[in-house]
Nanobody, 123 residues
Framework: VQLQASGGGLVQAGGSLRLSCAAS????????MGWFRQAPGKEREFVAI????????NYADSVKGRFTISRDNAKNTAYLQMNSLKPEDTAVYYC?????????????????WGQGTQVTVSS
């Protein structure tokens, strides 16, 4: 599976962005999809995950109520809708795919990663 993340950019605090993660191949629905982010000088951190059919969702506390993860298996694409953005959301955002695992909040579980897309929120 190859993943291509897009949709990042520069936005003012309080604004919105929608990230997309396009996957190659015909087995997209066999993967749990996750979004992570990494700010300069910090470790990569969990943002959100979505189960195979889109029914199981989980968010980091820092984004709960502001971000929404979704997927369209017919289009082989996962999304991250980000609203009410804050300067502390500034980071490179990565999408990732996991075939299976026990802790989807850990980057170690994921088999494939996209190249990352920069999100910058100005105050």
């Amino acid at each position: 599976v190859q993943l291509q993340a897009s949709g990042g950019g520069l936005v003012q605090a309080g604004g919105s962005l929608r990230l997309s993660c396009a996957a190659s191949g015909r087995t997209f629905s066999s993967y749990v999809m996750g979004w992570f982010r990494q700010a300069p000088g910090k470790e990569r951190e969990f943002v959100a995950i979505i189960g195979y059919t889109g029914s199981n969702l989980n968010y980091a506390d820092s984004v709960k109520g502001r971000f929404t993860i979704s997927r369209d298996n017919a289009k082989n694409t996962a999304y991250l809708q980000m609203n009410s953005l804050k300067p502390e959301d500034t980071a490179v955002y990565y999408c990732a795919a996991a075939k299976s695992g026990s802790n989807y909040r850990s980057p170690m579980v994921y088999d494939y990663w996209g190249q990352g897309t920069q999100v910058t929120v100005s105050s």
